[in-house]
């Protein structure tokens, strides 16, 4: 299969999407900050890829945002090697500090193809999204829909197309923010107050998910089925990684269906189940 490049951890999500075209995977570095410019020039210097699937803010599993630094070097780099990036923004618009930056879209029109959703600032169930691409490309994109499904439903559509023209996005969405940064500072706060000092999380400045890396050598896998039985779940790290193996000592928790209280009972119950799992 064509070769894709994705960030070490990536969206899960995008691998189920991607795998049944049985693609090869090659993997970018990725820092604190996100995918590594450096780490992506390496790549393309060495490979010839399909295209690179980036989440280029409060990215899913880790919640970590690119600088305007680095979302410049990437559309240097992309543009200098002539390939194409696909840029999936759907957490952007929760922001719940700091500074917007603009996508790397902005730096490299024709070698990016836009993506986001209004799963996370509407309706989840519509199952609506929508891409920015250079016109080759979204006329390739109609024709695979069709392929597909046809077409969305009308009916969501309109549904959708009312919520963004009469206004209603821009009144709610302050209104989502404050209901999440509360309970993402509840979980930080749980993080510091409960968690062994060997254990290292981000700090996102918004979004919808921490990630948590652990000692080397402890399975979150057993962590987790151990934590089920407390009535506590999260997503063991590695499957978010083309390599597994890689990610065996990660996990990605979620804060947004919670209330503050139980995010911080669960987190304490966490805490003391996964002492039950020492480094090796």
């Known amino acids: 299969g064509d070769l ?24 970018i570095a990725t ?18 890829v399909k295209f690179i699937y980036v989440v280029s803010t409060f990215q899913n599993p880790t919640g970590r945002s ?28 929760l922001r719940y500090r700091g500074e917007a930056a603009p996508p790397i879209k902005h730096f490299a029109p024709d070698n990016v193809v836009y993506v986001s959703t209004l799963s996370k600032t509407f309706a989840p169930g519509l199952r609506i999204g929508f891409c920015v691409a250079p016109q080759l490309i979204r006329e390739w994109l109609v024709v695979v829909k069709q392929g597909v499904d046809l077409h ?20 709610h969405l302050p209104h989502i923010i404050e209901l999440y940064r509360p309970k993402q500072a509840a979980m930080l706060q749980a993080l510091d107050r409960y ?18 890396e652990g000692p080397q050598g402890v399975d979150m896998e057993q962590v987790y089925w151990r934590a089920v039985e407390h009535k506590v779940a999260f997503v063991p790290g590695k499957f978010f990684y083309t390599n597994p193996a890689e990610g065996a000592s990660t996990m990605r928790l979620n804060f947004t269906s919670s209330d503050e209280a139980t995010i911080d009972r669960a987190v304490r119950i966490l805490a003391d189940v996964v002492r039950e799992f020492p480094k090796p």
Request: proline letters at 6%; aromatic letters at 12%.
């Open 4 to 27: 894709v490049a994705v960030e070490a951890p990536t969206y899960l999500g995008a691998l189920s999407a991607f795998n049944p075209y049985e693609p090869r995977y090659v993997t």
């Open 31 to 48: 820092d604190d900050d996100g995918l590594i410019p450096q780490a992506l020039d390496k790549v393309l210097e060495a490979h010839a």
């Open 66 to 93: 690119l600088s305007l630094t680095r979302r410049q070097q990437i559309a240097e780099i992309i543009q200098r090697h002539n390939v194409l990036l696909i840029e999936d923004d759907p957490y952007g618009d």
């Open 152 to 171: 969305t439903s009308t009916f969501n559509q309109a549904l959708a197309a009312e919520y963004l023209c009469g206004g209603h996005l821009a009144h």
């Open 195 to 212: 968690f062994p000092e060997d254990y290292h999380w981000t700090q996102p400045e918004g979004g919808m998910f921490l990630w948590i």
